[in-house]
C-alpha cells in the first residue's frame, strides 16, 4: 500500500501558493512540489491529492491519503463531491480541480485519513515545510482555473 501525506498553503488566501506532497511505499519516498502566483489554500489543498494520484504508475493502486485539509477529506469521505457532481458543480469554488480529482480518483482504491495539521505528524509537516517553500518561489506558474475564475467574476462587477 502507498501512504501519501499531501499539504497546500497560500501567502494570503488569495496569493502566491504551493503544494506539497510526500509519497512512501516500502523504502522508497517521492517529494513533490510547485508553486504559483496566484491561488488559494483550498486550491493547493487539492491539487496536492490530485497530483499525488497521477503520479501513480498503475490504475488500481490502493492508497492512502494523509491531509489536514477537512475541505478535502470531507468532501470524499462524506460524499458531498459526489453530489456536487450530479448538480453540475453549481455555485462550487474550484470546478475544474474537482472534475480534475474525479477523473484520477477513480482510476484507484483511495482512502482519505484527516491529520491534524502543524502538529507532530513528521510526514504532514515535511509536506507543509515544501507547500510554503515552493509558494515562496521565484518561478511561480499560473493557476489558470483560479485566475480565469477570478476574471470571469470580475467581470460580473463591471
Not at 508553486?35 to 497521477?54: C, H, K, Q, W
Not at 501513480?56 to 458531498?80: H, I, M, N, R
Not at 484527516?114 to 509558494?135: M, P
Request: proline share 1%; hydrophobic share 35%; charged share 30%.
Amino acid at each position: 500500500m502507498i501512504k501519501i501525506y499531501t499539504d497546500g498553503a497560500s501567502r494570503g488566501n488569495p496569493g502566491p501558493g504551493g503544494y506539497g506532497v510526500v509519497m512512501l511505499y516500502g523504502d522508497l519516498r517521492k517529494e513533490l512540489s510547485e508553486g504559483f502566483r496566484l491561488t488559494t489554500n483550498n486550491r493547493m489543498e487539492l491539487l496536492s491529492v490530485i497530483v499525488a494520484l497521477e503520479t501513480l504508475k498503475k490504475e488500481g493502486t490502493v492508497a492512502t491519503v494523509y491531509s489536514d485539509s477537512k475541505y478535502v477529506v470531507d468532501a470524499v469521505e462524506q460524499k458531498w463531491v459526489f453530489t456536487w457532481e450530479k448538480k453540475y458543480f453549481k455555485d462550487k469554488k474550484n470546478e475544474d480541480l474537482w472534475k480534475r480529482f474525479l477523473r484520477i480518483y477513480r482510476k484507484h482504491i483511495i482512502k482519505f485519513v484527516w491529520v491534524k495539521g502543524h502538529a507532530s505528524n513528521k510526514e504532514n509537516n515535511r509536506c507543509d515545510e515544501l507547500a510554503v517553500a515552493a509558494a515562496m518561489g521565484t518561478d511561480l506558474k499560473i493557476d489558470y482555473g483560479y485566475e480565469e475564475e477570478k476574471n470571469k467574476a470580475d467581470s460580473k462587477l463591471l
